[in-house]
């Protein structure tokens, strides 16, 4: 069965950094690329950094150069360290194939402030 489980968003001011993990179980992420995904209050959910089994990575262009995403195969994580917040990067974070399975985990909440 597949499970995602986020952890590591909290509170922080802008210019600041968190970092972000996901532990995955089941097969989704054994040959997926795996990715991290936001949605912030009243918008769609959004695909910000994705990695491949091989590890090249992609990001969306609102992040590039302040976030960057690993995975780690064998222990089934992915995660995301997140420099330079703004706040514009409240949102809560999710982490999922790509693309998305139909499985997604709670998330978790990233709160910026100004």
């Known amino acids: 069965q597949v499970q995602l489980v986020e952890s590591g968003g909290g509170l922080v001011q802008a210019g600041g950094s968190l970092r972000l993990s996901c532990v995955a179980s089941?097969?989704?992420?054994?040959?997926?690329?795996m990715g991290w995904y936001r949605q912030a209050p009243g918008k769609q959910r959004v695909l910000v950094a994705r990695?491949?089994?091989?590890?090249?990575?992609n990001y969306a262009n609102s992040v590039k150069g302040r976030f960057t995403i690993s995975r780690d195969n064998a222990e089934k994580t992915v995660a995301l360290f997140m420099n330079s917040l703004k706040p514009e990067d409240t949102a809560v974070y999710y982490c999922?194939?790509?693309?998305?399975?139909?499985?997604w985990g709670q998330g978790t909440q990233v709160t910026v402030s100004s």
């Open positions: 990695i491949i089994s091989g590890g090249s990575t």
């Open positions: 089941g097969s989704i992420f054994d040959f997926n690329a």
């Open positions: 999922n194939a790509v693309p998305p399975s139909e499985y």
